[in-house]
Structures are given as C-alpha cells and as structure tokens.
C-alpha cells in the first residue's frame, strides 16, 4: 500500500470533477465517494440534488470563512494505492484506511470534530483518492508536519493486517521507482519496461565493471546510451553526468536525461567513483579455472563480512551487490534467475548511513568482480559443474549478508537479501539439470528422481538434505555416479556410514565431498584404444567401501583408527 502526496493547487471543483468524470483516457470506472468528514455529505454519483460543485463548495466553505490570508494552495491531495498482486478491497475497507490516513496525516485526528473537510473518491479497483482543504473548521490551520512518513508507517500496518504486499519505506534506500507518466510512455511503445529502468540497469551494470571514472563513462557510450557530464567551475574535473537513450524525447522534441542521483542514490558520480577508490589490479586467470578461482574468493569474502566492524560491512555488501549484477552477462545458464537476483539484491547493497571501503570482504568481492569484467574470454563458461560451485558459494555469501544485516538493525535489507537467496537457489536448480542433463532437453527428461534415492538411502537425513542449499550439488555427484552404472544408492549410503552428519552444518555438502573422494578413487581408466574399461560391480565396490569405513569391518590390516 503506497500513500503518496499528490499536486494539490487551489481548484477544488477542478479536481473532484477530474475524479468523477471519465479520465483522460476513459480509464475511471464507478466513480463513487467512499469515505468523508462527516457521515452525512452526500454523494454527488449517487444523489440527483447534489452535484459535484456542490460538494466543492462543502469542502471550500472553512477556507472561505479564515480570516485574514487564505493558503495560496488550500487543496490536499493524496493517492493511496495497492500493489498489482493485492486483493481488491471492499469500499469498507477503502473507507476505513481514508479515515485513517487523514488522522495519521493531521487533517482530521481521530475524534476532533473541528478537523478540516475531506473526501475519499474510488474510480479504480486499486486506489482511491482523497481530497481536503487545509483550513479546519475553528479557522486554525492544521499540522501537517511529517503526514507523509505517518501516514506510510500507517500503511505499513494494514498491509500486515490484511495480507498485503509488504511494502518498504523509511530509510532512503529504497529504489527510485518510474513515474506514472514514464510507465505509460513505456506502454505506449509496447515497451518491457520503462526507460528509466533501463538506464538504471545499464549504468549499474558499467559501474559494477568499470576500472575507473573514463573506463566507466567509455562502458556507458559502448552501451549505447549517450552521456553528459557536468563539470565543476574553476577545475575542469567531472561533478556530475547524465544518461538519456537515443530516440527518448519529450513532447518538445528534447532529450529527455536522467541524472546518475535519480536513477538511484549510489550511483551518483561520488558513490560511483567509491568502487575504485583503492586500485584493484586485473588478476590473470586462466578461463579453465575461472569459475573455481571465483568460488575460492567468495568463500574467503563470505567468512569477512563485517567482521572488523559494522560500517565495513556496509561498504562489503555494497560490493557483493556490483559481483552479483555482473554475474548474469557470464552465467552459462540460469540467466533469468541470476539477474532477478541482482535486482532483488539492489535493497540490501544499500545499507542506511556511511559505510567504509578498506574491508578485507569488499576487496576480496572487488576483485572477483574485475575477473567477471576483464575476462576477454570464457572458454570455461561451459563448465556447468565448476560453474554450479560458485553458484552455491554466492547463495552462502548473500545468506552472511542477511545475517550482517538482521545484526545491524536493518529488516529491509535482511528482507531483500532472503528474497535473492530464494532467487540464486532456483539458479542453482537450473543449473543443475543443464549439467546433470549435459545440456540436452532429452537428457534431463530421462534424469531420475535423486529425492527419491536419497529418501531411500538416507531416511534419517533426508528431510534435512533435500532442503539444504548444497542439495543441486549433490545432485551432481549421484549423476556422476549414474552415468558410470554405479549404483548410486548403495554408494551414497556407504559414504554416509563414514561419520554422523547430524552435527555437520551442511549434510548435502559434507555427502558431496564425500562423493568427490569417492569418484576420485574409482576413476573408470581408458584402454589404449579409448574406450572405458568396465567398472566394478557396483555392490561389490559399496561393499568395500563400508568396509573400509566401518570400524566393526576393518581388516587386521587396517589402522585402528576410525577412517574419516
């Protein structure tokens, strides 16, 4: 639910006959009053005696009667609207969050009967508008200092009571979200998405890449869009720019350009510029070990956020945002998935308040993002399994994030950063069957079911396995094991006998190491002529690998010690 102060002005007949009539396109559907100051004010849709300037008169009549100066623009406006997915409310409903919102914003507090005059009008299914004069009616003028962060704090509270889109609000890091007039230019040109949305993706997507302030202003004309800057008087050095795509003009045939501010707070010249603050050199990575170089940085980054202090863990998560916006233009699947992610980790890479740059996760995040930026080629792209690990390596990095923020205070962001753990894990499932599947449609159709198997394998741990966010992981292993005709099962349950996984942290990643140690000692060798050599029996090799597991199966041979 989203309260938002409309341009008032000083017609009032104007307004309310915009409200009643048809709209600008046809677009007001049952124009109807639902709420008002009083319970007596007739309802000029409803009533053949009262007409709609009839009623701006009614709302008019306290500022008529001040005395002395009247307000140049005596006219309140608000619109409170509803998410697209909410349900529809009832005019009840909309009634009461019209009184309600009135009280919160001063116009009309709860149970003063001099407060000023106001109406709620209903044209759509999703919003009603409400209109007041600000003028009460014992001639004092009201107090409307902070309505608008009352009256969202108020929405915050219905939305929580009524099952709907929990919105966010209150601490400047939200998303600059396109106007209304934006939106519908975006419709008119059978557009996906608004302009604005575009440059913002474009420019963050370039500040996340770029090695410095001329790297980042070429990535943006390389990009296509054209670029302004605005230079401070007397020095010649950049202060600001500005972004407009080519074709985008306003009525007047101008231009139309958006400041770096506008399109979100960070990515203002100034906090653009904060992402190469500290030199960064490129490291040379080979493109066969780029995924597995990725996956060792982020691991070590995922044990440092925060972890010298609070406001370095501001600047770490603000990079761990750049590495995930850089993610999708490399991904070798799953690219849906991973830029829903970087969009819904946006929130939680904007902590509230100042935040340092020298932490050892930030760097260490930098880094991997200028690996993503300056590779020239992906040879390893292809390398789905390499690729999968540093999927998971990432869930458990933006899973440290929300426990970074939940410490800190800020739910907005810890909400933001569950929602993109949600959206890498269903990468990591993509990503699973593309290298599972090796890729083919007809592959992973024909992939078994591996819950079932680990159900059947593993019955005391599966409910925690199959939830486990190394679970894709795992999946991985059991396919190799399949497309060798080794009985999965069995072998499954053989590592699994080695030690308890009840204390491990991630039993689905303990039972994928495992099964590297095992396919790493039961590598299928090639005959000189290039064809495998049949493997073992399948129960035979479990056999014998819980043999050598088992302490209660352990030959004289054998250490006495229990094998890890």
């Given at each position: 639910m989203i309260p938002k102060r409309a341009r008032g002005g000083s017609d009032t007949a104007g307004l309310l006959f915009y409200l009643y009539g048809p709209g600008k396109r046809d677009e007001h559907e049952d124009p109807r009053m639902v709420a008002a100051w009083a319970p007596w004010v007739p309802d000029p849709a409803r009533s053949a005696e009262v007409k709609v300037g009839d009623l701006a008169l009614l709302l008019d009549a306290p500022v008529r009667a001040l005395r002395g100066s009247v307000p140049a623009e005596h006219v309140y406006h608000?619109?409170?609207?509803?998410?697209?997915d909410d349900p529809v409310l009832s005019d009840g409903q909309w009634a009461e969050v019209a009184r309600a919102m009135m009280a919160a914003a001063g116009i009309a507090p709860e149970g003063d009967a001099w407060g000023c005059r106001w109406v709620a009008v209903r044209h759509a299914q999703d919003h009603i508008h409400i209109v007041a004069t600000k003028a009460r009616q014992d001639g004092i003028q009201p107090n409307l200092r902070q309505d608008i962060v009352r009256m969202q704090r108020l929405a915050r509270r219905f939305e929580a009571e009524w099952g709907l889109r929990r919105l966010t609000s209150g601490d400047r890091t939200a998303k600059r979200w396109p106007t209304t007039g934006e939106t519908r230019k975006a419709e008119r040109r059978r557009l996906s998405e608004s302009v604005r949305d575009q440059l913002e993706r474009t420019v963050r997507v370039a500040a996340a890449a770029a090695a410095g302030e001329e790297d980042f202003f070429a990535r943006l004309r390389d990009s296509g869009v054209r670029v302004a800057r605005r230079t401070a008087p007397g020095t010649g050095t950049?202060?600001?720019?500005?972004?407009?795509?080519p074709g985008d003009r306003d009525r007047?045939?101008?231009?139309?350009?958006?400041?770096?501010?506008s399109l979100a707070y960070d990515l203002s010249l100034p906090r653009v510029r904060e992402r190469w603050r500290l030199p960064m050199p490129v490291q040379d990575v080979p493109a066969a070990s780029?995924?597995?170089t990725l996956e060792q940085n982020v691991r070590a980054a995922t044990d440092r956020i925060g972890s010298a202090r609070a406001l370095q863990g501001a600047g770490d998560v603000a990079a761990l945002g750049d590495l995930l916006v850089l993610v999708p233009g490399s991904a070798p699947s799953a690219r849906t998935q991973l830029r829903a992610s970087a969009t819904a980790f946006e929130r939680a890479a904007r902590a509230p308040g100042r935040r340092e740059l020298d932490?050892?996760?930030?760097?260490?995040?930098?880094r991997s993002a200028r690996i993503l930026a300056s590779a020239t080629t992906l040879s390893g792209r292809n390398d789905t399994a390499a690729f999968l690990g540093f999927l998971l390596a990432l869930v458990t990095a933006v899973t440290a994030a929300q426990r970074w923020h939940e410490a800190q205070g800020y739910p907005?962001?810890?909400?933001?950063?569950?929602?993109?753990?949600?959206?890498l894990r269903e990468a990591a499932e993509v990503s699973t069957g593309a290298a599972t599947a090796g890729g083919h449609p007809r592959a992973r159709q024909s992939e078994p079911d591996h819950s079932a198997l680990v159900t059947k394998a593993l019955p005391a741990h599966a409910s925690k396995v199959l939830v486990d966010p190394a679970w894709p992981a795992l999946c991985l292993r059991l396919a190799a094991l399949e497309r060798n005709a080794v009985d999965a099962g069995s072998v499954l349950e053989g590592v699994a006998a080695r030690r308890e996984l009840d204390p491990a942290g991630s039993a689905a990643q303990v039972l994928a190491w495992r099964l590297d140690g095992w396919l790493a000692a039961h590598t299928v060798p090639s005959n000189p002529n290039g064809t495998a050599t049949p493997?073992?029996?399948p129960r035979a090799a479990a056999a014998h690998l819980a043999a050598r597991t088992r302490p209660d199966l352990q030959t004289d041979r054998e250490s006495p010690k229990r094998v890890r």
């Amino acid at each position: 639910m989203i309260p938002k102060r409309a341009r008032g002005g000083s017609d009032t007949a104007g307004l309310l006959f915009y409200l009643y009539g048809p709209g600008k396109r046809d677009e007001h559907e049952d124009p109807r009053m639902v709420a008002a100051w009083a319970p007596w004010v007739p309802d000029p849709a409803r009533s053949a005696e009262v007409k709609v300037g009839d009623l701006a008169l009614l709302l008019d009549a306290p500022v008529r009667a001040l005395r002395g100066s009247v307000p140049a623009e005596h006219v309140y406006h608000v619109a409170v609207r509803l998410a697209p997915d909410d349900p529809v409310l009832s005019d009840g409903q909309w009634a009461e969050v019209a009184r309600a919102m009135m009280a919160a914003a001063g116009i009309a507090p709860e149970g003063d009967a001099w407060g000023c005059r106001w109406v709620a009008v209903r044209h759509a299914q999703d919003h009603i508008h409400i209109v007041a004069t600000k003028a009460r009616q014992d001639g004092i003028q009201p107090n409307l200092r902070q309505d608008i962060v009352r009256m969202q704090r108020l929405a915050r509270r219905f939305e929580a009571e009524w099952g709907l889109r929990r919105l966010t609000s209150g601490d400047r890091t939200a998303k600059r979200w396109p106007t209304t007039g934006e939106t519908r230019k975006a419709e008119r040109r059978r557009l996906s998405e608004s302009v604005r949305d575009q440059l913002e993706r474009t420019v963050r997507v370039a500040a996340a890449a770029a090695a410095g302030e001329e790297d980042f202003f070429a990535r943006l004309r390389d990009s296509g869009v054209r670029v302004a800057r605005r230079t401070a008087p007397g020095t010649g050095t950049a202060a600001g720019y500005a972004v407009a795509l080519p074709g985008d003009r306003d009525r007047g045939q101008r231009a139309v350009w958006f400041g770096g501010g506008s399109l979100a707070y960070d990515l203002s010249l100034p906090r653009v510029r904060e992402r190469w603050r500290l030199p960064m050199p490129v490291q040379d990575v080979p493109a066969a070990s780029l995924w597995q170089t990725l996956e060792q940085n982020v691991r070590a980054a995922t044990d440092r956020i925060g972890s010298a202090r609070a406001l370095q863990g501001a600047g770490d998560v603000a990079a761990l945002g750049d590495l995930l916006v850089l993610v999708p233009g490399s991904a070798p699947s799953a690219r849906t998935q991973l830029r829903a992610s970087a969009t819904a980790f946006e929130r939680a890479a904007r902590a509230p308040g100042r935040r340092e740059l020298d932490g050892e996760a930030r760097a260490l995040f930098r880094r991997s993002a200028r690996i993503l930026a300056s590779a020239t080629t992906l040879s390893g792209r292809n390398d789905t399994a390499a690729f999968l690990g540093f999927l998971l390596a990432l869930v458990t990095a933006v899973t440290a994030a929300q426990r970074w923020h939940e410490a800190q205070g800020y739910p907005l962001q810890a909400e933001a950063a569950a929602r993109t753990e949600r959206a890498l894990r269903e990468a990591a499932e993509v990503s699973t069957g593309a290298a599972t599947a090796g890729g083919h449609p007809r592959a992973r159709q024909s992939e078994p079911d591996h819950s079932a198997l680990v159900t059947k394998a593993l019955p005391a741990h599966a409910s925690k396995v199959l939830v486990d966010p190394a679970w894709p992981a795992l999946c991985l292993r059991l396919a190799a094991l399949e497309r060798n005709a080794v009985d999965a099962g069995s072998v499954l349950e053989g590592v699994a006998a080695r030690r308890e996984l009840d204390p491990a942290g991630s039993a689905a990643q303990v039972l994928a190491w495992r099964l590297d140690g095992w396919l790493a000692a039961h590598t299928v060798p090639s005959n000189p002529n290039g064809t495998a050599t049949p493997p073992s029996p399948p129960r035979a090799a479990a056999a014998h690998l819980a043999a050598r597991t088992r302490p209660d199966l352990q030959t004289d041979r054998e250490s006495p010690k229990r094998v890890r």
